[in-house]
């Protein structure tokens, strides 16, 4: 991760809790509530920050600070409009110096303005060229981000989202080594179970395989699960697990 601008302090020390979350969160989502948190502490005077997501051609918060950046994302969410989805859709920081001389956006602007929003700053995250979400930060004072205010929110949003690709792509990793347990797990029974087949009916691997997909049809249930009823008949025992599928580097 390259640390740009990392002379000031206070982005420094942002950096450093960025690491450490890369570090130390387990889940996706444990990381993302950090990091909108560290961003409204960092990016003063914003008092609330939360971060938008694609879904579903949609937009979802994933995050948020505290109350008035949930309540500041869903009135965009409800109005279909507003900063943080414009930054989401078309990729580029958008700035609201004073909501109330702001008519960008008309379905948004009265209920922002009724939680208190004054100015607001969103910039989006990319990941791979790709725009994946916004970090929103709201304040409820008009020109509240200053050169420097502004400055520290481009870094930290890019930093973030290095980290961001970063833990996406661990978790796709971790999704992988689940489905191949699973998968040498179930195969692990249904070997077990063709064994048993053939020792009872005197058959190849090949008639005991049809024998047993023909079983699944019939029962309208998964070739495993009949598979492990075969194999609980005959044991008086649940079947036992395959070993767990160890990644290459990762072998004790």
């Not at 002379?7 to 960025?18: E, H, I, Q, V, W």
């Not at 053939?198 to 049809?210: S, V």
Request: overall charge negative; glycine content about 8%.
């Amino acid at each position: 991760m390259v640390v740009s601008g990392a002379a000031d302090p206070s982005l420094a020390s942002a950096y450093g809790r960025l690491l450490t979350l890369l570090a130390d969160s387990p889940h996706v989502d444990v990381f993302l509530d950090q990091i909108v948190r560290v961003a409204a502490e960092v990016v003063a005077p914003a008092v609330a920050c939360g971060l938008t997501v694609r879904r579903d051609g949609g937009a979802l918060t994933v995050a948020s600070s505290d109350d008035l950046a949930a309540q500041g994302d869903d009135a965009q969410y409800r109005a279909d409009e507003g900063p943080c989805l414009t930054a989401l859709r078309q990729g580029q920081v958008v700035e609201v110096s004073d909501l109330r001389d702001d008519g960008r956006w008309r379905r948004y602007r009265e209920p922002a303005l009724r939680l208190g929003i004054r100015s607001s700053l969103s910039l989006p995250m990319t990941v791979d060229g790709v725009t994946v979400g916004a970090l929103n930060l709201y304040a409820t004072q008009p020109r509240a981000f200053t050169e420097t205010a502004r400055r520290h929110a481009l870094a930290f949003t890019d930093q973030g989202s290095t980290a961001l690709g970063v833990i996406l792509r661990q978790a796709d990793q971790a999704l992988l080594h689940q489905q191949l347990t699973d998968a040498m797990a179930s195969r692990s029974v249904i070997d077990q179970a063709l064994g048993v087949i053939m020792g009872q009916q005197r058959c190849t691997a090949t008639e005991a395989f049809t024998l047993l997909r023909q079983a699944s049809q019939n029962r309208n249930r998964k070739l495993r699960d009949v598979a492990a009823e075969i194999i609980t008949q005959v044991t008086g025992e649940s079947p036992q697990p395959a070993p767990g599928f160890v990644t290459p580097g990762h072998q004790s």
